[in-house]
């Protein structure tokens, strides 16, 4: 099922009551390879009691740049999975709240987590986040009140081009898709609240699921059973 704001919950006569939990889906730019079928087949292997809705954002088919570049859009848009988020969480307030996003799809899961209260949704995962090293997470580390567990590799080709292109905060740097994020440190004391970054690098054992280590790899249903299912199941 596809939403693009809250209105889908804010109809709370007919929207179903899932208490159990729900995974919010947010792909990265285009979407050129979309998490869809394969997050909600990963979901049904696992028998895990979540249900997948995912959360369109992008410009379309091959407007990759503005889906990168647009910053007021993917602020727009935050807002309005935001909405989305805290209108489920009035018809089903013990239900479990997950993002799960993919590339550029970070940009609009951290402008969402800056409009949400502290502790709003249980966990965030960014896969291959098409966001600078040093992008300041701390709004979504205060929202998601099981941390943030976000994934990178080495051989994350986009993440490299990225430098050259720009990622989806503005910043020409090689992605946190790719090197991972840097905590900002007063002096060396790290801020407090990155202790709720939870950082995962590719690494061969994931090839058995069919990940290879690069930019889509993260989005196949055998790595989402595999490792990412399970961290929403904690």
Same mark, same amino acid.
């Given at each position: 099922?596809?939403?693009?704001?809250?209105?889908?919950?804010?109809?709370?006569?007919?929207?179903?009551?899932?208490?159990?939990?729900?995974?919010?889906? +947010?792909?990265?730019?285009?979407?050129?390879?979309?998490?869809?079928?394969?997050?909600?087949? $990963? =979901? @049904?292997? *696992?028998? &895990?009691?979540?249900?997948?809705?995912?959360?369109?954002?992008?410009?379309?088919?091959?407007?990759?740049?503005?889906?990168?570049?647009?910053?007021?859009?993917?602020?727009?848009?935050?807002?309005?999975?935001?909405?989305?988020?805290?209108?489920?969480?009035? +018809?089903?307030?013990?239900?479990?709240?997950?993002?799960?996003?993919?590339?550029?799809?970070? $940009? =609009? @899961?951290? *402008?969402? &987590?800056?409009?949400?209260?502290?502790?709003?949704?249980?966990?965030?995962?960014?896969?291959?986040?098409?966001?600078?090293?040093?992008?300041?997470?701390?709004?979504?580390?205060?929202?998601?009140?099981?941390?943030?567990?976000?994934?990178?590799?080495?051989?994350?080709?986009?993440?490299?081009?990225?430098?050259?292109?720009?990622?989806?905060?503005?910043?020409?740097?090689?992605? *946190?898709?790719?090197?991972?994020?840097?905590?900002?440190?007063?002096?060396?004391?790290?801020?407090?609240?990155?202790?709720?970054?939870?950082?995962?690098?590719?690494?061969?054992?994931?090839?058995?699921?069919?990940?290879?280590?690069?930019?889509?790899?993260?989005?196949?249903?055998?790595?989402?059973?595999?490792?990412?299912?399970?961290?929403?199941?904690?």
């Amino acid at each position: 099922m596809t939403i693009g704001c809250a209105r889908l919950y804010a109809q709370t006569e007919s929207a179903p009551r899932v208490e159990q939990g729900i995974i919010f889906r +947010i792909d990265g730019s285009s979407p050129i390879r979309g998490m869809g079928d394969d997050l909600r087949q $990963a =979901v @049904v292997d *696992a028998k &895990a009691p979540l249900k997948v809705e995912a959360f369109e954002w992008s410009h379309g088919p091959i407007l990759i740049l503005n889906d990168l570049h647009e910053h007021d859009y993917q602020k727009a848009k935050g807002r309005e999975l935001a909405a989305a988020v805290l209108a489920y969480r009035k +018809i089903s307030p013990t239900g479990k709240v997950y993002l799960v996003c993919h590339s550029s799809g970070a $940009a =609009v @899961v951290l *402008a969402a &987590a800056a409009q949400l209260p502290a502790g709003s949704v249980d966990r965030i995962v960014l896969l291959a986040p098409a966001l600078a090293p040093t992008c300041d997470l701390r709004p979504a580390l205060r929202c998601a009140r099981d941390g943030v567990d976000s994934f990178h590799s080495v051989k994350d080709m986009v993440g490299l081009a990225l430098a050259v292109f720009g990622n989806a905060d503005g910043q020409f740097q090689i992605s *946190a898709g790719s090197r991972g994020f840097t905590p900002p440190r007063d002096g060396d004391v790290e801020d407090p609240l990155y202790a709720n970054l939870h950082q995962h690098a590719w690494e061969l054992e994931m090839s058995k699921t069919g990940h290879l280590g690069g930019h889509f790899g993260w989005t196949r249903a055998g790595f989402l059973r595999a490792y990412v299912v399970p961290l929403l199941e904690k």
